[in-house]
T-cell receptor, first 111, second 111 residues
Framework: GEDVEQSLFLSVREGDSSVINCTYTDSSSTYLYWYKQEPGAGLQLLTYIFSNMDMKQDQRLTVLLNKKDKHLSLRIADTQTGDSAIYFCAVSGAGSYQLTFGKGTKLSVIP | KAGVTQTPRYLIKTRGQQVTLSCSPISGHRSVSWYQQTPGQGLQFLFEYFSETQRNKGNFPGRFSGRQFSNSRSEMNVSTLELGDSALYLC??????????FGPGTRLTVL
């Protein structure tokens, strides 16, 4: 089945850019998502990208998709302390609403 | 527009009991999915319902079941609880595949 991998931890200084990476195995993945989870909370949808796109920008967030390498990244510009959270990459296959998640990357922002 | 609501937010049960969790999707959303989140296994897909029909099911034992009502509200049931069922159970609703919107979750503790 589908497998999604992420590094577990990332630490950045306030004001710097953060880049969170994700790789997946199923080349038929059509929708790819980034979610944010703060302690004690559910998942907040940050953004998504469709598989026929290479890049998507939404305010401070930039998503890059390399379909050949099955690599997805999320760049957060001007990272703030409020961005400290766990970020999950998730993918879904053609015609399916089922999401397969990575284990999550814990982003720590140092003031 | 109100978000996804889940009740109860916290639940403590003992081994062998059964439990029912409830999810009310965002108004107009007909797809409801359930996920289990644990520290060890991460986020795992349980099942997805659309218009009262189960469209997809994850790799969980038959003790886990669900249903969806005509107003799109959904319930999931776990029978004969085991210690390993302790987890955060998340419900998500969606209108299209552009994104699934998650509720705050129900924290189930099995003693």
């Amino acid at each position: 089945g589908e497998d999604v991998e992420q590094s577990l931890f990332l630490s950045v200084r306030e004001g710097d850019s953060s880049v969170i990476n994700c790789t997946y195995t199923d080349s038929s993945s059509t929708y790819l998502y980034w979610y944010k989870q703060e302690p004690g909370a559910g998942l907040q949808l940050l953004t998504y990208i469709f598989s026929n796109m290479d890049m998507k920008q939404d305010q401070r967030l930039t998503v890059l998709l390399n379909k050949k390498d099955k690599h997805l990244s999320l760049r957060i510009a001007d990272t703030q302390t409020g961005d400290s959270a766990i970020y999950f990459c998730a993918v879904s296959g053609a015609g399916s609403y089922q999401l397969t998640f990575g284990k999550g990357t814990k982003l720590s922002v140092i003031p | 527009k109100a978000g996804v609501t889940q009740t109860p937010r916290y639940l403590i049960k003992t081994r062998g009991q059964q439990v029912t969790l409830s999810c009310s999707p965002i108004s107009g959303h007909r797809s409801v999915s359930w996920y289990q989140q644990t520290p060890g296994q991460g986020l795992q897909f349980l099942f997805e319902y659309f218009s009262e029909t189960q469209r997809n099911k994850g790799n969980f034992p038959g003790r886990f079941s669900g249903r969806q009502f005509s107003n799109s509200r959904s319930e999931m049931n776990v029978s004969t609880l085991e210690l390993g069922d302790s987890a955060l159970y998340l419900c998500a609703s969606s209108l299209t595949r552009d994104g699934q919107f998650f509720g705050p979750g129900t924290r189930l503790t099995v003693l």
